[in-house]
């Protein structure tokens, strides 16, 4: 597994702003229903979307909690039942109440909906999405995301241009990136209200509202 992190850089200003007066936000959808990556009882696209329905809320605990209840904490097996909610959030082909717990963490810490990203003042803002990357077996490992980006240019003035990015990190080392741009520790994707800044050639595809990475070399 690994982590795709979506990061948020909001710039500071040389002039003083009213933060409150303009909201910036990234929306990250996914874009179909069809699993372009073989997976069973985790999603692949999103580890903590156990309906799949692109919302992260309550629900997707109380899959998990009520299937608890039902039969137990418990080895999955191999093959998920057509129709299966993703129980296994942790990834560790098991169902248990950590998987209930991450789903509850991620609600406590953005909130529930589709995943988003909102500067926060001169801060970083990130969120990561545990995603399955499979392996040479598997042949082309295609990611596909639609990202409706939304950028404050209120000030003309700033150190930086805002700016979203995409990094593949290795879950156990945040700190590690698994492709990048050639350069360990750098974004596979770097968006702005200009376009498309920076991008790891040939592993990245973007035509303005779809962001498509090749995972075949992870």
Request: glycine share 8%; with cysteine.
């Given at each position: 597994?690994?982590?795709?992190?979506?990061?948020?850089?909001?710039s500071?200003?040389?002039?003083?702003?009213?933060?409150?007066?303009?909201?910036?936000?990234?929306?990250?959808?996914?874009?179909?229903?069809?699993?372009?990556?073989?997976?069973?009882?985790?999603?692949?696209?999103?580890?903590?979307?156990?309906?799949?329905?692109?919302?992260?809320?309550?629900?997707?605990?109380?899959?998990?909690i009520?299937?608890?209840?039902?039969?137990?904490?418990?080895?999955?097996?191999?093959?998920?039942?057509?129709?299966?909610?993703?129980?296994?959030c942790?990834?560790?082909?098991?169902?248990?109440?950590?998987?209930?717990?991450?789903?509850?963490n991620?609600?406590?810490?953005?909130?529930?909906?589709?995943?988003?990203?909102?500067?926060?003042?001169?801060?970083?803002?990130?969120?990561?999405?545990?995603?399955?990357?499979?392996?040479?077996?598997?042949?082309?490992?295609?990611?596909?995301?639609?990202?409706?980006?939304?950028?404050?240019?209120?000030?003309?003035?700033?150190?930086?241009?805002?700016?979203?990015?995409?990094?593949?990190?290795?879950?156990?080392?945040?700190?590690?990136?698994?492709?990048?741009?050639?350069?360990?520790?750098t974004?596979?994707?770097?968006?702005?209200?200009?376009?498309?800044?920076?991008?790891?050639?040939?592993?990245?595809?973007?035509?303005?509202?779809?962001?498509?990475?090749?995972?075949?070399q992870?």
């Amino acid at each position: 597994m690994s982590f795709l992190v979506f990061s948020r850089y909001h710039s500071a200003s040389l002039q003083k702003k009213k933060a409150a007066k303009h909201r910036r936000y990234t929306l990250i959808e996914k874009l179909e229903s069809r699993l372009m990556m073989t997976v069973d009882w985790r999603n692949p696209t999103d580890g903590v979307d156990v309906d799949g329905d692109s919302f992260i809320n309550a629900m997707d605990a109380l899959y998990v909690i009520n299937d608890l209840n039902a039969n137990g904490s418990r080895l999955l097996p191999q093959n998920k039942p057509v129709g299966s909610k993703y129980l296994d959030c942790q990834g560790d082909g098991y169902a248990s109440a950590i998987d209930a717990l991450v789903v509850i963490n991620h609600l406590n810490s953005f909130g529930s909906g589709r995943r988003t990203i909102r500067s926060q003042g001169i801060f970083d803002s990130w969120q990561d999405l545990r995603i399955t990357v499979g392996g040479p077996s598997f042949g082309a490992r295609i990611y596909r995301v639609e990202i409706d980006a939304q950028f404050d240019n209120s000030t003309a003035t700033r150190l930086m241009p805002d700016l979203m990015s995409v990094y593949l990190v290795d879950p156990n080392n945040a700190s590690s990136t698994l492709l990048d741009r050639g350069q360990p520790g750098t974004s596979l994707f770097s968006l702005s209200a200009s376009g498309a800044i920076e991008k790891a050639n040939g592993l990245v595809s973007w035509d303005g509202r779809i962001l498509e990475l090749d995972l075949s070399q992870v």
